[in-house]
Nanobody, 118 residues
Framework: VQLQAFGGGLVQAGGSLRLSCAASGSTFSIDAMGWYRQAPEKQRELVATITSGGFTNYADSVKGRFTIDRDNAKNTVYLQMHSLNSEDTAVYYC???????WGPGEYWGRGTLVTVSS
């Protein structure tokens, strides 16, 4: 499975940004998709995940500001981010969990940089 993320960039504090991540390859093998992020000198952390059935999970720090959704037909997951602040500055990584077939337990995209300027 290959994951390709789009939509990172520079945004002012209080602004919005939308990330997307398209999965290709053996997409039948994955279920939950989501986003993680890693800020400079910090560990990678969960942002939000969504299952193929639409169940979502969010980090407390983004609840009420970020929304994750997905288009199963397109194997694409989206992250709509509002009210961005400097603490949201990070490299955002797309993730997909394998639930069938053979391969690694999860897949990662290359990451897309989100920079929030104050």
């Amino acid at each position: 499975v290959q994951l390709q993320a789009f939509g990172g960039g520079l945004v002012q504090a209080g602004g919005s940004l939308r990330l997307s991540c398209a999965a290709s390859g053996s997409t039948f093998s994955i279920d939950a998709m989501g986003w993680y992020r890693q800020a400079p000198e910090k560990q990678r952390e969960l942002v939000a995940t969504i299952t193929s059935g639409g169940f979502t999970n969010y980090a407390d720090s983004v609840k009420g500001r970020f929304t994750i959704d997905r288009d199963n037909a397109k194997n694409t997951v989206y992250l709509q981010m509002h009210s961005l602040n400097s603490e949201d500055t990070a490299v955002y990584y797309c993730n997909a969990k394998r639930v069938r077939g053979w391969g690694p337990g999860e897949y990662w995209g290359r990451g897309t940089l989100v920079t929030v300027s104050s």
